[in-house]
């Protein structure tokens, strides 16, 4: 798939990748690995699990707790990583939210799984829990594949 610039494809990620090259094709998201500390853990084709320590400084809200965004950000980071192992670039349509609890732990841990894959549309849930074992959140994305 070509860049939306014209210039060089989209980089990809092997169907199996080592941690090493998940490393190293998540590393230059400024917002959910520089900012957000959030890391992929394993991954393959249709499933991504990814990790965030929790951080008083980078992920509590007002009322000191983990803020709703930090949750879906680390959601969504599982979800690139299933969604782009072995599979050309895509997007999201649709996703929704489903808050369960406040995390107890000091780790939140998402964990993907595709639903059902075509050539242009995908189906994917995430689960969110801590590292307690607590269920944080449920996180249903529709995604596209323009290529």
Not at 89 to 103: G, K, R
Not at 106 to 128: E, H, M, P, Q, S
Request: glycine share 10%; with cysteine.
């Amino acid at each position: 798939m070509a860049a939306a610039d014209g210039g060089a494809p989209a980089p990809r990620l092997p169907e199996n990748p080592t941690p090493e090259q998940l490393d190293g094709f998540f590393k230059d998201d400024t917002f959910a690995y520089q900012q957000a500390g959030c890391r992929v853990v394993e991954a393959w084709r249709g499933h991504g699990v990814a990790e965030m320590e929790i951080s008083p400084e980078k992920h509590l809200n007002a009322q000191g707790r983990v803020m709703g965004g930090a949750v879906f950000t680390l959601a969504d980071y599982a979800f690139a990583a299933a969604s782009l192992c072995g599979e050309a670039s895509s997007v999201s349509l649709t996703s929704t939210i489903e808050f369960m609890s406040s995390p107890k732990g000091n780790k939140l841990i998402a964990t993907c799984d595709v639903d059902r894959t075509g050539r242009k549309v995908g189906f994917y849930t995430i689960d969110v829990a801590d590292d307690l074992g607590g269920k944080v959140a449920r996180v249903v994305t529709t995604c596209y594949r323009p290529a």
